[in-house]
């Protein structure tokens, strides 16, 4: 089964609102990765959080992780139209291949302007 | 984008004949990945490779067999295809270092009819 699994599922917001994505994994990890795919394209990397730390800043990007509840989110501020994408949390197991990313199933986000 | 090519980007065959894609990289990167990507499950690992000759085996491996005779080169093969492997799939390349983002392909939509 997969390790993380975002919610919610789609998200629809206007240009300039706050949008709010959550993960949850299930076993101890090394890092939490967070992905962006627009449509038909490949992933692209957008910020990495290590276990040891809490939150972590990138531009327009605030990713937070609590590694007791096992969950992250990921807050993209003043969102633009050019943010309309998937977003995809991606966990590195702690032990057995901590280079294994195990992805969710994804956030839709659309922003409209 | 990184140095990161798949081949073919679209691919239509019938039931029961096998396919193989290609991944092919400039980064000289250590870890490379197979991942399926299917509608309400995001990203689904199939096999990796940390090194050459050396694979392992993902969360959805049956059906797929993969190669890597070289660095730069990983094969993904489906010995006999099944229309339950249509799927878009995506090769990733890593460093071996902890705490590293993972650089993606464009992707290879495939069809099986």
């Known amino acids: 089964s997969q390790q993380g699994e975002e919610d919610p599922q789609a998200l629809s917001i206007q240009e300039g609102e706050n949008a709010t994505m959550n993960c949850s994994y299930k076993t101890s990890i090394n890092n939490l990765q967070w992905y962006r795919q627009n449509s038909g394209r490949g992933l692209v990397h957008l910020i990495l959080i290590r276990s040891n730390e809490r939150e972590k800043h990138s531009g327009r990007l605030r990713v937070t992780l609590d590694t007791s509840k096992k969950s992250s989110s990921l807050l993209i501020t003043a969102s633009r139209a050019a943010d309309t994408a998937s977003y995809f949390c991606?966990?590195?197991?702690?032990?057995?291949?901590?280079?294994?990313?195990?992805f969710g199933a994804g956030t839709r986000l659309a922003v409209h302007p | 984008d990184a140095g990161i090519t798949q081949s073919p980007r679209h691919k239509v065959t019938e039931t029961g004949t096998p396919v193989t894609l290609r991944c092919h990289q400039t980064e000289n990167h250590r870890y490379m990945y197979w991942y399926r990507q299917d509608p309400g499950h995001g990203l689904r690992l199939i096999h990796y490779?940390?090194?050459?000759?050396?694979?392992d085996k993902g969360e959805v491996s049956d059906g797929y067999s993969v190669s890597r005779s070289k660095t730069e080169d990983f094969l993904l093969t489906l010995e006999s295809a099944t229309s339950s492997q249509t799927s878009v799939y995506f090769c990733?390349?890593?460093?071996?270092?902890?705490?590293?983002?993972?650089?993606f392909g464009q992707g290879t939509r495939l069809t099986v009819v």
């Open positions: 990733a390349i890593s460093s071996r270092e902890p705490n590293t983002e993972a650089f």
């Open positions: 490779s940390y090194g050459v000759k050396d694979t």
């Open positions: 991606a966990t590195a197991p702690f032990s057995g291949g901590y280079n294994k990313l195990i």
